[in-house]
């Protein structure tokens, strides 16, 4: 059997699901195993933001900005949400959090 061994935690992401098949899975188990998971979708409460629902489904407030983009089909002003908006919930790469954070900032 073998074993892998990670560094620390850094070496997971927030939002970034690692699938992997069980140990003697056929190729077509396998194969199943790692499909791609279904997109992740939210339904806005009453008060809640962009900034709140950030924070609950992506882990940081801050990139607020990723829910905006991802959902400027149903959101045409980002201080605006309405309750039982569905938003679709992105998976935000680490090298793009710096710079929704400048954006955050930029439109307060």
Known sequence: MS??????????VLGVALVAPPMGATPDAARSATRPLERRVYEVKAGESLWIIARATIGDGTLWPALYHANRDQIKDPTRVYP?????????????????????????
């Open 3 to 12: 074993r892998i061994l990670l560094a620390g935690a850094a070496a997971f």
């Open 84 to 108: 039982g908006q569905r938003l679709a919930i992105p998976t935000v790469d680490p090298e793009r959090r710096e710079a929704l954070r400048r954006e955050a900032d930029a439109l307060k």
